[in-house]
């Protein structure tokens, strides 16, 4: 009898609604139109890391973050760096140490598409739907 009795429970629980859980947007990685580069998603995580600072024809990458907080960044931070916050602030005060400086921060989708479709040396990530012609999709991480 108690074994029926879990089992109505266990089918009652299934009944009950669930929140959501929302779906996060896809991110694109932008790099200027001219820049050939191939990138997958171990290279961003290097580049973002400061591991990797150079683009293939030697000159130096400039990698543009997000402000702190935003949904963006949180993404990113997960889906690429496969990191929280904690943990990138305790590798980025390591870093210091050795005189490597974290990304530039920028403070919206739309500054980080209009610093990297002017400097050919700029890599950033937006949301997909903020995508146009000024900027060449590198990466998309769905």
Same mark, same amino acid.
């Given at each position: 009898m108690?074994?029926v ?5 266990a ?7 669930m929140p959501?859980?929302?779906e996060?947007q896809?991110?694109?990685i932008?790099v200027? =139109?001219? =820049?050939?580069?191939a ?11 400061r591991?990797?600072r ?7 990458i400039v990698?543009?973050h997000?402000?702190l907080g935003?949904?963006?960044r949180?993404?990113?931070?997960r889906?690429?760096l496969?990191?929280?916050?904690? /943990?990138?602030?305790?590798?980025w005060?390591q /870093?210091?140490f ?9 403070s919206s989708?739309?500054?980080v598409k209009?610093?990297?479709?002017t400097d050919?040396d700029?890599i950033?990530?937006?949301d997909s739907?903020?995508v146009?012609d000024?900027v060449?999709?590198?990466l998309?991480?769905?």
């Open positions: 108690r074994r009795g879990a089992l109505l429970c089918a009652m629980a299934l009944l009950i609604p959501a859980v929302p996060e896809a991110l694109a932008v200027h =139109r001219e =820049r050939t580069d990138l997958d998603i171990e290279d961003v995580a290097r580049i973002y890391l591991k990797r150079f683009w293939d024809d030697g000159a130096p990698a543009l997000r402000e935003t949904a963006a949180a993404s990113f931070s889906r690429v496969r990191a929280d916050p904690g /943990q990138l602030r305790a590798y005060d /870093q210091y050795a005189g490597i400086f974290p990304p530039a921060v920028l989708g739309a500054a209009r610093y990297v479709a050919r700029a950033g990530y937006i739907s903020e146009d000024s060449r999709v590198a998309k991480i769905e």
